[in-house]
């Protein structure tokens, strides 16, 4: 015998009573299961940049980098007597003295830039020394430090693997790091560009007598916005067969095309293309490299001087070879 429940509206007004608060709370709960995303930052408009230098290049055993922290004052450079300072070397800083030597808040941590378009990654300095180097007429000490990095970072080796970082509290999340990702020669037997050609010097060459050389390495965007490092060398014969022998001009440029641009324009002060830091907007920033010198430059305002960051004092056999000439002999 079956006995049929009749539902008055008072009973289902108990029943939905009941069962409101589990279905809310089941929906609170999925809700809470979900992280929310952590909003991109990008990259800062007015980075502190920190360069590295490889240890085996300041006189350090075994593969790795130090990073940049300061140039020690001669006055307060105690780790190098006035009997020492005529030659480089490398001693260990005690940490009661960096605050004094003008070392960075430690509480501000570092995040390094390694791979091409890899996000950073976090890193405090562990290890700090005292690096004296340079030449006789340029020679400074140098507060460098080893990190422990959070990331896998590139051996020393090529430029384009060098790593670096930024100096701020927090994650520079959507910010990356944009090497060369494109290079073409003049023995690749194509001419050169006309965007590029346009702000480079003129001067009359004609073969055989005469020979232009050039090399451009460049980074390139979705958006059209890229960066170009174009170097021209001409070479005029003479009749001579040496090549080191031949009346030789060399010229170089760092050339930024914004977005929606036509044409590139020179950045001033640039020297070679180091990378550009980027994020959902685009370039913000281009580095460069001259001799124991990181270049900053702000990619909105290309005719501005960069901001200079120097990290070493370069060796003679560097200053030798810092010429960027296309010429067979490299003199």
């Known amino acids: 015998m079956q006995l049929a429940v009749r539902w008055t509206p008072r009973m289902w007004g108990w029943a939905l009573a009941l069962w409101m608060p589990l279905t809310a709370s089941a929906q ?9 995303a952590e909003p991109e930052r990008g990259c800062p408009k007015r980075p502190d940049v920190v360069p590295f230098t490889a240890r085996n290049l300041v006189g350090l055993p075994g593969s790795g980098w130090l990073a940049h922290q300061a140039v ?14 005529d030659r480089s070397g490398v001693k260990l800083v005690p940490e009661e003295d960096l605050r004094k030597l003008g070392a960075p808040d430690r509480n501000v941590p570092l995040w390094v830039f390694g791979k091409a378009d890899a996000a950073p990654c976090r890193a405090v300095p562990v290890t700090w020394w005292a690096v004296r180097m340079g030449t006789d007429a340029d020679r400074k000490t140098y507060l460098m430090a080893e990190l422990q990095v959070e990331c896998d970072v590139l051996p020393p080796g090529r430029l384009s693997g060098t790593p670096v970082a930024l100096r701020q509290k927090d994650a520079p999340t959507g910010c990356k790091l944009r090497r060369t990702d ?14 590029l050609s346009d702000v480079l010097p003129e001067r009359a060459c004609e073969a055989p007598e005469c020979t232009r050389k050039w090399e451009i390495f460049s980074s390139r965007w979705d958006d059209g916005s890229a960066v170009f490092d174009i ?6 014969r003479g009749g001579k067969k040496d090549p080191c022998e031949w009346e030789t001009e060399d010229a170089s440029t760092l ?3 914004s977005v929606g641009a036509l044409a590139p324009v020179p950045v001033k002060g640039g020297g070679a293309y180091f990378g550009a830091l980027y994020d959902s907007s685009g370039p913000r920033t281009v580095l460069s490299r001259t001799l124991g010198t990181l270049n900053v430059h702000d990619a909105a305002k290309p ?3 960069p901001k200079t960051v120097r990290y070493s004092s370069p060796t003679e056999e560097e ?13």
Request: hydrophobic letters at 30%.
């Open 28 to 36: 609170f709960d999925d809700l809470d299961s979900f992280p929310s």
């Open 72 to 85: 020690i004052p001669e006055s307060k450079d105690r780790f190098f007597p006035e009997a020492e300072r």
């Open 182 to 195: 494109d290079s073409s020669t003049s023995d690749d037997g194509r001419g050169l560009p006309l965007e």
């Open 231 to 236: 170097a021209v060398s001409w070479m005029k």
């Open 255 to 257: 050339l930024l095309r």
């Open 303 to 305: 005719k501005l001087a």
């Open 319 to 331: 200053r030798v070879n810092a010429k960027r000439t296309l010429s067979p002999c490299k003199k």
